[in-house]
T-cell receptor, first 110, second 114 residues
């Protein structure tokens, strides 16, 4: 069962514009959420996280929003840069159980 | 730099021939994980070690085994690889199992089964 879903396999945006990556989850027991970024030929690296007690966390150009009632979180990147081109994985955590989404490939065009 | 290292980057094995993938870490982390990722799918946790304690996911096939001889090394053994086991295998570490402990991943080993 896929408890964490990233329904957009790919996203293309222009440099300088906002990138919005979406993630939906089905298990209301998830209480911590993370985003990982993966470049080709490298392992995923941690990007940003949010606890379920918050609805927003910001780190520089990256902001994660959490809507618990909708079981939805999103990652906003603004302004987008060509170096942000990568696969982004959403992950959700509950009680030693972390589930990943299938990822969204972001392409930022110069 | 402290890191998680996986060898080899690419591994080719024959159907039914045992294969071992290796992972080492210089982070001195307590927890080591093995994930399987098939093309365009989410990484799937196979098992993890918290120190020497082995934790197997309920749906991990018996064909997959793991060893952690010391803090730094962890191995994934596939006893009789099938065509369906072809995938990227990712090793990851974390300081502890707590929810806010981020994972540090290796670059992965791409396994092909002929």
């Amino acid at each position: 069962d896929q408890q964490v879903k990233q329904n957009s396999p790919s996203l293309s945006v222009q440099e300088g514009r906002i990138s919005i990556l979406n993630c939906d989850y089905t298990n209301s027991m998830f209480d911590y959420f993370l985003w990982y970024k993966k470049y080709p030929a490298e392992g995923p690296t941690f990007l940003i996280s949010i606890s379920s007690i918050k609805d927003k966390n910001e780190d520089g150009r990256f902001t994660v929003f959490l809507n618990k009632s909708a079981k939805h979180l999103s990652l906003h990147i603004v302004p987008s840069q060509p170096g942000d081109s990568a696969v982004y994985f959403c992950a959700a955590y509950n009680n030693n159980d972390m589930r990943f989404g299938a990822g969204t490939r972001l392409t930022v065009k110069p | 730099d402290a890191m998680v290292i996986q060898n080899p980057r690419y591994q080719v094995t024959q159907f039914g021939k045992p294969v071992t993938l290796s992972c080492s870490q210089t982070l001195n982390h307590n927890v080591m994980y093995w994930y399987q990722q098939k093309s365009s799918q989410a990484p799937k946790l196979l098992f993890h070690y918290y120190d020497k304690d082995f934790n197997n996911e309920a749906d991990t096939p018996d064909n997959f085994q793991s060893r952690r001889p010391n803090t730094s090394f962890c191995f994934l053994d596939i006893r009789s690889p099938g065509l369906g086991d072809a995938a990227m295998y990712l090793c990851a570490t974390s300081r502890g199992p707590a929810r806010n402990e981020k994972l540090f991943f290796g670059s992965g080993t791409q396994l092909s089964v002929l």
